[in-house]
């Protein structure tokens, strides 16, 4: 994460180009004007990535996140986990010195998984890994025992939807991009229980596998039976899926003891560091909070958090003040789709003219290649320039179509939005 500067410098750097990245006309100055003034910043810049990469904050952001999560641990929606995670960076951030820090409340699904296992009972004895995905029930107590129907799409699916009923259904879906491949995780057990399945076992969205099933969360939909949704491994979908081609009859024995809680109090994190000249205007960075269950969501999303409030640290420690008011936030409920972020638009969007860009950090924390970018033409050009001050560090591309749970609000109101690329997405 040494590259930290990539996230707080073009969060700081949008304070400088001003409304003409909304590209509304009321900026009057010349584009040529908005480029002298970006470039005009290269010594701001080169302090900014000195103090980061090589000076007293190398690894710090780093260092915290490795604290807070052999600290906190999971921190699952609904869970005291992720109270404590709350509470333990509402402290961190005052300490810190940052300005406005508050904690904005917000309802949360409250899942648990419970106890969950399968085992392959024909053609031979075989424990198949599993993780329940996120608002799944449970299977009856006595569990499921079930013939498998393996399928490759959603079309195969229907047009052997005769064969379905009172099965598992066995997704063995080819990896495509996560983008486009998890919607087999989402819609799979609706689209499996209207041709009459009794549970849902999904290869997992990922592009590769170590016998490692992945969660995620899934969606039931009105009038359609809810039925038991797992993701398993890669490896154990191919064998399935090998053997139903062969003709081999395949009995499975599932068991999930998941349950649903009536949702619960949570909280989106702030911090800002106030603009000393038009201080109601925004610059938003982000990065969530919460996490699945199973691991300590160091990467999905604890580095975009920390990278977050790193930006804010690096300015606060260079003693620079922004024109325009940098705000963190740490969004609760993210991988429930999005809930916090939703709640936090919806109590701010009458004041969206106030926000310049929204940024977020949500595709892993590997070395940076560049920022996906969503504006107007005029609003790319001005990224670029602002960009080709990053030139030290080698990450100057803008990419198209910025994306993510967490901005996609904003973005469908025409705020800027960026989104940090890395040499993995």
Known sequence: MKYLSLIFFMSLLPQYAGKSLRGDGSHPRTFEDIKNEIAGYSDTAKAIIDLAVHGKAQNRSYERLAVFADTVGPRLS???NLDAAIQYMFSALQKDGLENVHLEPVKVPHWERGEEFAVMLEPRNHSIAILGLGSSVATPPEGITAEVMVVASFDELHRRAQEAKGKIVVYNQPFVTYGETVRYRSQGAVEAAKVGAVATLIRSIASFSIDSPHTGWQNYQSGVPQIPTACISVEDAEMMSRMALRGTKIVVYLKMGARTYPDSPSFNTVAEIVGNKYPEQIVLVSGHLDSWDVGQGAMDDGGGAFISWEALSLIKDLGLRPKRTLRMVLWTGEEQGGVGAEQYYQLHKENISNFDIVMESDEGTFKPSGLAFTGNAKARDIIKEI?????????????????????????????????LKTACN
């Open 78 to 80: 609904g869970s005291k």
């Open 387 to 419: 960009m080709a001050l990053l030139l030290p560090i080698n990450v100057t591309d803008v990419f198209d179509n910025a994306d993510g749970t967490d901005i996609n609000y904003w973005m469908r109101d025409g705020v800027p939005v960026i989104a």
